[in-house]
């Protein structure tokens, strides 16, 4: 008998100890009638599609995931009391859904946490020349800078500006911007850098090409990331310069929409001799550097002369 009156004495007091702090006010965060905590990794504001995970502690059935309708509510399973969410953050949905279950008389105390477990609505995407094209959601204060290194960065293909398309607050595609990469990375102007709030596309196309051919020691296509094409002493460069028995004028072929392409002189070795000033060359340009036939044939008649003679006069050595 002295043992149970003692545990009866000790649960009298564990009960007494605890009575104080159920009677305190709520706290932010928390209602009088039910316990709210928000156990998700962000807090942004929920949108249409989006998809929220309820846990009601004891109730299994209202307990699951349930995905925000085009007109950005939900509906509970027992009282089918649709509620609002969009532009909700976690926090105001899960009071909301403790309100809602206490004043359909479904629950006394609800104990209620919400988290988001996909922000569809504010969905990031990053594709083109980028090592990773992704999609991320734009929770937190997500930049563009953060998008690129998150697709693990430009891929060396990309060209010299990307295109970011969003909508104008009303679902109308606004005017893209676009914004030179070597600005962007370079922190010159911070204002580049832009906040990302969902719906955009970060598209970085692939650099333009610059084709050269004939009579240079590495021909082939260029990609050109700079703004507004290179020139011609920089694609010589870039093709490790020209072979010996060059032209004194090279050719660049360049596309005219609707017609053939136009065939445009160039006094290349003017300008290889500063005496003429350097060219402009446009993405997709053709430089064709060609050979002069008639140097290099007589160099070839020369050489075998010289070496015909000698071998003649080594004959003659050995003959005497």
């Known amino acids: 008998m002295n043992r149970r009156l003692f545990v009866i004495l000790l649960a009298l007091a564990a009960a007494a ?3 104080p702090m159920q009677s305190q006010a709520p706290q932010p965060g928390e209602q009088a009638n039910g316990e709210v905590w928000a156990a998700n990794l ?5 949108g249409p599609d989006d998809l929220i995970y309820i846990t009601v502690d004891g109730s299994p059935e209202l307990t699951r995931s349930y995905r925000v309708s085009a007109g950005g509510a939900i509906t509970l399973p027992i009282s089918n009391a649709e509620l609002k969410v969009a532009g909700e953050a976690p926090t105001a949905i899960a009071n ?6 206490v004043e359909e008389r479904i629950l006394v105390a609800p104990v209620v946490s919400v988290a988001v477990l996909d922000y569809r609505s504010r969905r990031v995407s990053v594709v083109g020349a980028v090592r990773s094209p992704t999609v991320m959601p734009a929770v937190g204060n997500l930049r563009l800078l953060d998008a690129i290194a998150r697709a693990q960065g430009i891929a060396p293909e990309a060209g010299p500006e990307l295109i970011v398309s969003r909508n104008d607050g009303a679902g109308h595609a606004a005017e893209p911007i676009r914004i030179p990469i070597k600005d962007l990375l370079s922190g010159q102007d911070p204002q580049l850098n832009l906040t990302l709030h969902g719906g955009e596309e970060i598209r970085v ?3 333009p090409k610059l084709f050269i051919v004939g009579n240079v020691r590495n021909p082939g296509a260029y990609p050109l990331n700079e703004m507004g094409g290179t020139t011609l002493l920089k694609a010589l460069a870039m093709s490790q310069g020209v072979l010996s028995f060059t032209a004194k004028n090279a050719y660049v072929y360049r596309a ?10 160039v006094p290349l070795r003017d300008i290889l001799h500063r005496k003429s000033p350097d060219i402009a060359l446009l993405p997709n340009d053709i430089l064709y550097i060609p050979e002069n036939t008639k140097a290099h044939l007589s160099a070839d008649v020369l050489d075998k ?4 003679g000698g071998a003649t006069a080594s004959g003659l050595i050995i003959w005497r």
């Open 256 to 265: 005219n929409p609707g017609s053939a392409r136009q065939e445009i002189a």
């Open 305 to 308: 002369i010289a070496n015909f």
């Open 205 to 207: 196309p692939e650099a």
């Open 17 to 19: 100890c605890d009575w």
């Open 42 to 46: 962000g807090d942004e504001p929920v």
């Open 96 to 101: 909301a859904v403790a309100r809602s279950l």
